[in-house]
């Protein structure tokens, strides 16, 4: 057997549950049971890669899958303790489709396609032989034929989309495969269907518009099944100890539930528990460029954006949404919203965000091509603009300030705070590679502006102040008078840097002390 009835799932969830790290989400097959038989039994959940979207999906076919018996693996899980915990434990026939897996050297369509047909054809004689007697004009019809019913467990469904020889057309069969499949067929139990890219719309409807579609930015009913909550992750801090809280909200930290609750990247927790070392993992299991081809699509639309929240400035926009067929991302809310869908950027009541820092190592990688024109000149100059800040060149800081007001860039013409803020960011963008660094950070009696906190031992940290018509030695005085050094204080030294601008005689200062 390929997809009926296996015992694959049992197996890869044995797995999930012999592994150091695991978090119970079976209460997830509660709320997915309710929906059997329903006029809701037609679930699409998507996520970002890496959200538990598979765990989750074996966890569900090795608790519906009958033939066998999985007590054993549920016993323990929280989902034992419902009283309708038996009602449906092994009682489905389950057919699981893993779309991802693809056939050797399949180089078209019609291979890969038929490639499932195939198996779950030879599933469905193998468990029914009477099917072998007669001919059938679809997948449909044999299924039908059984006069069984069944649980259809379909993960990745949109993986063929990412595939290279996938056309347009391909793809509007493919929706229709599904269709004739799935919609209104008296053998479906439930279909429980996952991907990353939501169902692509019609202008009339949908091909699969059966489906109850929950994903990042609209699931106010699964959101803390997919992903680490904040309990969660202090739970596991507890349990290992191997990495502080801290370390792992910093690093991986950033998307919101419906509620505003937190919520984490699973994968990158795990392993950051088990490695005992926070990393980039998350963003290091797909295409190294896959930021910077959404962003590449139409760079002028979002430099300013990506500018922004770059700066740690959320960015207001009306998502448009984006489906599994609008991949020539053009426009501004395009791009933006296939940024949500992939989980490179939070979104919240109407803003955006980057959420970690693991993502806004990506970004700040993006700030750094050729593509972001001006902006990449102004990143290239950010390694000399360190140099002197460390060196105490007064001079020298306030001219490559100068040089980089100077340039025709709308947005950095310091319209307003947030104009001096992403400049300020530009320019010391290279920092980040040595430094930790905080925008508005809490310390003292009140918030720095930015605050460089060095990733080695006996660096000098450096506290900045930023000030509009006044002097950089009024912003050195505040920096003393409230306190902002205490968080730096057990580094190896502090550079205390005020930097002014005059609006009147267009006009920037700085001044750099040691602190002492």
């Known amino acids: 057997m390929y997809y009926l009835n296996t015992n694959a799932q049992i197996i890869l969830f044995q797995d999930t549950l012999n592994s150091e790290i695991y978090v119970d989400k079976s209460l997830l097959i509660a709320k997915i049971s309710s929906a059997i038989r329903t006029n809701g039994k037609y679930v699409c959940i998507t996520r970002p890669r890496r959200f538990g979207k598979t765990v989750n999906a074996n966890m569900l076919g090795a608790y519906y899958t009958k033939g066998y018996?999985?007590?054993?693996?549920?016993?323990?899980?929280?989902?034992?303790?419902?009283?309708d915990y038996e009602a449906h434990l092994n009682k489905y026939n389950v057919i699981h489709i893993d779309f991802s897996i693809v056939p050797d050297f399949c180089e078209d369509?019609?291979?890969?396609?038929?490639?499932?047909?195939?198996?779950?054809?030879?599933?469905?004689?193998?468990?029914?032989?009477?099917?072998?007697?007669?001919?059938?004009?679809?997948?449909?019809?044999?299924?039908?034929?059984?006069?069984d019913s069944f649980i259809f467990i379909l993960d990745e469904w949109d993986a063929v989309f990412y595939e290279k020889y996938i056309t347009p057309e391909n793809k509007v069969h493919y929706l229709k495969f599904l269709k004739?499949?799935?919609?209104?067929?008296?053998?479906?139990?439930?279909?429980?269907?996952?991907?990353?890219?939501?169902?692509?719309?019609?202008?009339?409807?949908?091909?699969?518009?059966?489906?109850w579609e929950y994903h990042f930015t609209n699931d106010r009913v699964f959101e803390e099944y997919f992903g680490l909550t904040e309990e969660e992750v202090k739970k596991l801090t507890a349990q290992?100890?191997?990495?502080?809280?801290?370390?792992?909200?910093?690093?991986?930290?950033?998307?919101?539930?419906?509620?505003?609750?937190h919520l984490f990247n699973p994968r990158s927790v795990s392993r950051a528990l088990t490695d005992g070392v926070c990393r980039n993992y998350w963003t290091e299991t797909g295409p190294v460029n896959e930021v910077a081809d959404c962003v590449e699509h139409n760079a002028d639309?979002?430099?300013?954006?990506?500018?922004?929240?770059?700066?740690?400035?959320?960015?207001?926009?009306?998502?448009?949404?984006?489906?599994a067929v609008e991949q020539e991302l053009n426009t501004r809310d395009e791009i933006l919203s296939a940024m949500?869908?992939?989980?490179?950027?939070?979104?919240?009541?109407?803003?955006?965000?980057?959420?970690?820092?693991?993502?806004?190592?990506?970004?700040?990688?993006?700030?750094?091509?050729?593509?972001?024109?001006?902006?990449?000149?102004?990143?290239d100059s950010s390694k000399e603009m360190l140099a002197a800040t460390l060196a105490q060149d007064e001079r020298k800081v306030a001219d490559i300030l100068e040089k980089v007001h100077d340039r025709e860039i709308p947005f950095l013409q310091y319209n307003d705070e947030n104009a001096l803020s992403c400049v300020i960011t530009l320019c010391y963008l290279y920092a980040r590679k040595d430094y930790r660094v905080v925008r508005e950070a809490k310390s003292g009696k009140g918030y720095c502006d930015y605050l460089?906190?060095?990733?080695?031992?006996?660096?000098?940290?450096?506290?900045?102040?930023?000030?509009v018509d006044d002097t950089p030695e009024n912003a050195i005085r505040q920096i003393r008078q409230k306190g902002y050094t205490e968080k730096a204080e057990s580094c190896g030294g502090i550079l205390l840097v005020g930097i002014s601008y005059d609006r009147k005689e267009i006009k920037h200062s700085c001044r750099i002390e040691p602190w002492s």
């Open 69 to 83: 018996d999985t007590h054993d693996l549920f016993r323990n899980l929280a989902i034992s303790g419902r009283e």
């Open 109 to 147: 369509y019609e291979t890969y396609l038929k490639s499932i047909l195939k198996k779950l054809k030879s599933d469905l004689q193998e468990g029914y032989p009477v099917l072998k007697k007669s001919e059938y004009a679809g997948m449909s019809e044999m299924l039908q034929a059984t006069g």
């Open 180 to 211: 004739s499949l799935l919609k209104d067929k008296a053998y479906v139990d439930l279909v429980y269907m996952t991907g990353v890219l939501p169902i692509a719309k019609y202008a009339s409807g949908s091909e699969l518009n059966m489906f």
């Open 240 to 261: 290992h100890g191997t990495v502080s809280y801290e370390d792992l909200e910093w690093w991986y930290d950033g998307y919101l539930m419906s509620d505003g609750r």
């Open 301 to 323: 639309e979002v430099r300013e954006d990506i500018v922004k929240m770059v700066a740690g400035i959320p960015v207001e926009a009306d998502l448009s949404g984006f489906s």
């Open 340 to 379: 949500v869908v992939y989980g490179f950027l939070s979104y919240y009541d109407g803003y955006l965000k980057i959420p970690n820092r693991e993502l806004m190592e990506k970004f700040q990688r993006v700030l750094a091509r050729s593509s972001m024109g001006e902006i990449r000149e102004i990143v």
């Open 452 to 467: 460089f906190l060095p990733r080695r031992r006996g660096q000098q940290a450096i506290i900045l102040e930023l000030k």
